[in-house]
């Protein structure tokens, strides 16, 4: 919260080398991905600012295959801004970010970035699920409509199967009996669960966590975090932005502290939370743990 | 605190409050008054002679005066529909990120709101006198096809266009303002699943829309139903045309302008009703049913 443009100048030059190397080389032996598989996530000095104000600043970052990377910080540190950067709900303004393989919102051709069209864009927005902090479920639709609206409408499924797939997910979020509820119905804790049921529904190679607990009564953050723990479990991708520093010591294969729009550093959990490398890092922990 | 907590047990919980009820004087006063006016109002209806009540029932189910009726429905619905269906277009065209088009739909907003209905209608009606042959064709180039004005846009469509074209610049602004009122978040998500602008749009973004945008469309209704006998200024044989032609003929003036009344009071309490209705459907997914709210 306090000091957000106070480290940059001092942290920059300091951090952005070694953050380009840490995350990718750390993610390897916890995760079983094989080596040289093309990276989930690859963030080259990823830049953003609105207008004068400079929300990311040589953000660089590596997620494998498989890997739930956990991205944490005080307020305004930029974890929320570089979540949005990967599915391209907010647009970069420097450096380079990719997605299997691929730029978001740019495609390169003839040695020149171009922009994408929006249904390009909104192509591979298929293929990243999001989960927002306060929910954002369609409050006119049930929670099984929330669920096939895209499956049907966008990737042209099957109502039936559709329907089929939605009843299977809400059963694995343990909402089998509320698929006829509307969401104003279900309490934040199940709204949330019907939330990732329906960025699921669309197969997604990666998910994104938007603070997904931080807008929940407390005994409910259990249940959601719970799901969670499932899915890294299965083998998701994920990246979440969270307060939860004891989610992300039991889930994560890596954990990323970022502040004022810098990562300013990256490793294993056991490593990042325990004994961190970096003043600013032992600052912030001292104070949430 | 010590007596105050020892008491309530003897008490007990259950037993009602048995108190001295608050008198209120002043509603009993403009109860009164407002009875005493309401017997005066209803003793002149029945003693004023002038009202001819006779006569307005001789002619509120009268031949002429029902086909003016129903045109006045004909032409609320027809010239809603304009309305509604172009203040959508309006008000999407609004907000689209090219300026031309926005601009476009802005100037379009200001022109047919900030000239008065009256003169618009007229305006439709002597379409003919400003451009005597209407064509359709390559712009600047050869017409297709051409063709008297008067003929084009005949008395009936100078009355719908007129209102229609009128009321899409007012519906616009109620659907654009419907459409800023969803949250930026619903959109955020839609777009997060691959969902297409247009596809939002309509499938997430308009439905919740409707829920702020039916109350004053069912406003602006009711008050076209009575708008609707402007274009009596261009003889269209609407309610309160119909009317005058027969008291231009028998001098029953007054009684004929109370048959007027009545039909536009019974038909804007039909539209009342419908109002009620449409907005319990769209309010789906808000009011929580049979109490389980959390």
């Known amino acids: ?112 970035i171009r922009e994408l069209r929006p249904r390009d864009i909104a192509r591979k927005r298929r293929e990243i699920g999001m989960v927002f902090q306060r929910f954002n479920l369609f409050p006119h639709l049930t929670a099984l409509e929330n669920i096939i609206e895209a499956p049907v409408r966008v990737r042209a499924e099957r109502r039936s199967e559709a329907v089929e797939r939605g009843r299977a997910l809400l059963a694995r979020v343990g ?85 004022a729009g810098t990562v300013v550093e990256a490793g294993p959990p056991a490593t990042l939370l325990t004994a961190p490398a970096h003043e600013r890092t032992r600052a912030f922990l001292s104070k949430v743990l | 605190m010590t007596a105050a907590d020892a008491s309530p047990p003897q008490r007990g919980a259950g037993v009602d409050v048995d108190a001295v009820p608050l008198r209120h004087p002043g509603r009993w006063a403009a109860g009164v008054a407002i009875g005493v006016l309401a017997a005066m109002g209803v003793h002149s209806l029945v003693t004023n002679r002038n009202f001819q009540w006779g006569t307005v029932g001789d002619y509120l189910f009268a031949e002429p005066v029902l086909r003016g009726m129903w045109a006045t429905v004909y032409l609320t619905v027809i010239a809603m529909a304009i309305g509604i269906v172009g203040g959508i277009v309006l008000a999407i065209l609004r907000m689209s990120p090219n300026p031309v088009v926005a601009g476009a739909a802005w100037l379009y907003i200001w022109f ?26 390559i712009p600047f180039g050869p ?55 247009a596809l939002t749009l309509r499938r997430i973004v308009l439905p919740q829309a409707m829920r702020t945008i039916i109350p004053p469309t069912g406003n602006e209704t009711i008050s076209m139903l009575k708008t609707t006998s ?44 419908g109002q009620h209705q449409l907005e319990r459907r769209f309010a789906r997914g808000t009011l929580p049913r049979v109490g389980q709210r959390r």
């Not at chain 1, 079983?32 to 040589?58: I, N, W, Y």
């Not at chain 1, 909402?175 to 939330?195: I, T």
């Not at chain 2, 009936?156 to 949250?183: C, P, Q, T």
């Not at chain 2, 402007?230 to 005058?244: D, F, H, Q």
């Open chain 1, 1 to 112: 919260m306090s000091g957000e443009v106070a480290v940059p100048a001092t942290a920059v030059p300091t951090t952005a080398v070694p953050t380009t190397a840490v995350p990718a080389g750390v993610g390897v032996p916890s995760g079983g991905a094989p080596a040289g598989a093309v990276p989930m996530v690859r963030a080259e000095r990823v830049r953003k600012s609105f207008g004068q104000h400079t929300a990311l600043q040589d953000v660089s970052l590596t997620v494998i295959p498989g890997e739930v990377t956990c991205l944490i910080g005080p307020s305004g540190s930029g974890k929320t801004t570089f979540l949005r950067c990967i599915n391209h709900l907010e647009r970069i303004s420097g450096g380079r970010l990719e997605v299997d393989g691929e730029l978001v919102g740019y495609r390169e051709h003839r040695g020149r």
């Open chain 1, 175 to 259: 909402l089998a009996d509320r698929a006829g509820a509307y969401p104003a119905e279900l309490s934040g804790g199940q709204q949330q669960r019907v939330a990732i049921a329906r960025a699921l529904a669309m197969r997604p190679k990666l998910m994104l966590f938007d603070e997904p607990t931080s807008a929940l009564d407390p005994e409910l953050v259990g249940e959601v975090l719970e799901i969670m723990r499932q899915l890294a479990a299965e083998g998701m991708t994920m990246i979440v932005v969270t307060h939860e520093l004891g989610f992300a010591r039991q889930a994560a294969d890596t954990v990323v502290f970022m502040d």
């Open chain 2, 112 to 137: 047919f709101r900030g000239t008065p209905l009256l003169v618009q209608i007229l305006f439709w009606s002597f379409i003919g006198a400003l451009y005597p042959r209407l064509s359709l064709g």
């Open chain 2, 143 to 197: 017409s297709l096809v051409s063709g008297d004005a008067n003929h084009i846009v005949p008395l009936f469509a100078a009355a719908v266009l007129g209102l229609g074209l009128n009321e899409a610049a007012y519906m616009a602004e109620i659907v654009r303002a419907g459409i800023n009122g969803v949250d930026a978040g619903q959109t955020e998500a839609a777009s997060a699943l691959g969902m297409s602008r």
């Open chain 2, 230 to 273: 402007l274009v009596s200024v261009i003889s269209y044989n609407e309610l309160l045309n119909a009317t005058r032609l027969i008291y231009a003929r028998n001098f029953q003036t007054i009684p004929l302008l109370i048959v007027a009344a009545l039909w536009y009071l019974a038909l804007t309490s039909v539209l009342t009703v």
